[in-house]
């Protein structure tokens, strides 16, 4: 479902070094499989996530998903494959601020036509799932970090996607959740959600089909 080649990603930084994130990657993802990439900070797990997930672009290197060369898509193409097909937990939630946690959840489906009535009792159906049913008109600001990231879960799963790429997705949230987090992810790969996720939580791997370790960018 997904396979890069040789992929590289690389930051010049104030123009006299160049920062390796990622370095020669070619790994092979099949759809249904749920992988953990782990690793210190700094190794390279987000960049090579974003790339991935087309929300950016390698500087050198292929990107294959569904067989076809996505590294030649347009930005265009880009995000249309990315609405249809993926739902994106990020490290750092990027909730939009002052809208309510319904409207965060339901805002990827605005794209894609869907009316007002059914984006708020899809979001609403996510919410009371994560366990935010009293949570619904609350903005980020007003959330605490593990609530932000549980209404970022709804987010990802609002397209019903094929592909859920989760970056850290359990890092500001207690043990219990967190059970219910791997549980319910878990449960979308039964569905054939291929997933992907970034986490230093090792309690991912014993759910995992394949782990791979990354380090300085490159895959040990
Ligand atoms: N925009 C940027 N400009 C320069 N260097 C960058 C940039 N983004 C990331 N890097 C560098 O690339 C490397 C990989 O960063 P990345 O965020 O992918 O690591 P990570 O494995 O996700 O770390 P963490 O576990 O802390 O989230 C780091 O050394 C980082 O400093
Ligand atoms: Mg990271």
Redesign the pocket.
């Known amino acids: 479902m997904i396979r890069t080649e040789h992929l590289c990603k690389s930051?010049c930084?104030h123009s006299h070094y160049e920062?390796r994130?990622v370095y020669d990657i070619n790994i092979n993802i099949s759809q249904g499989s749920f992988v953990v990439f782990s690793?210190?900070?700094?190794?390279?797990?987000?960049?090579?996530l974003n790339i991935m997930g087309t929300l950016d672009r390698p500087t050198a290197g292929k990107v294959f998903m569904y067989g076809e060369e996505i590294t030649s898509f347009s930005d265009i193409a880009l995000a249309r494959l990315r609405h249809k097909k993926i739902g994106f937990i990020f490290?750092n939630f990027h909730l939009i601020p002052r809208l309510a946690s319904w409207e965060n959840v339901s805002y990827p489906l605005i794209p894609l036509g869907i009316s007002l009535k059914e984006r708020l009792e899809r979001a609403r159906l996510l919410l009371e799932k994560m366990g935010l049913a009293d949570r619904l008109d609350h903005a980020p600001e007003e959330l605490s970090g593990g609530q932000q990231q549980r209404v970022a879960i709804a987010r990802a799963l609002i397209n019903n996607p094929e592909i859920i790429i989760a970056?850290?997705p359990t890092s500001n949230i207690d043990d219990e959740t967190s059970v219910q987090i791997r549980e319910f992810l878990n449960e979308l790969k039964t569905r054939g959600v291929t997933i992907l996720v970034?986490t230093?939580d090792a309690m991912f791997e014993k759910v995992a089909d394949v782990v791979f370790k990354?380090k300085n960018?490159r895959i040990e």
Not at 39 to 48: D, I, N, V, W
């Open positions: 930051y930084h920062v994130a690793g210190p900070s700094g190794s390279g797990k987000t960049t090579l490290q970056d850290e970034a230093h990354i960018g």
